[in-house]
């Protein structure tokens, strides 16, 4: 699954991109909420479509300078384990 990003706060980064600050969740474009449940305009949650949900992790994500805290429950539901293998139904019929 692919999902952007919706922030707290945001910030110029140093090409003039705007990014993601603060508390980030996982949001899918074209839903007005976050994966969480979090409703955008009731939390006052920026927008960023152009922003990779990985591009956000502290650990590993380029554009997580300023971003202060990630929301536990988007980052479980997006799965954390990205080195496994994809996600696979298993059929049960014979
Ligand atoms: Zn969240």
Redesign the pocket.
Known sequence: MRASVAATDSWRDPDGIRSPAGEV??WLPGTNQ???G?PLRKARLGRFPHIDWRDVQPATGRDADRVASV?R??AAGMGQRRDEKPWKRIDPRP
């Open positions: 969740h996982a976050t994966l969480c979090t929301c429950k988007c």
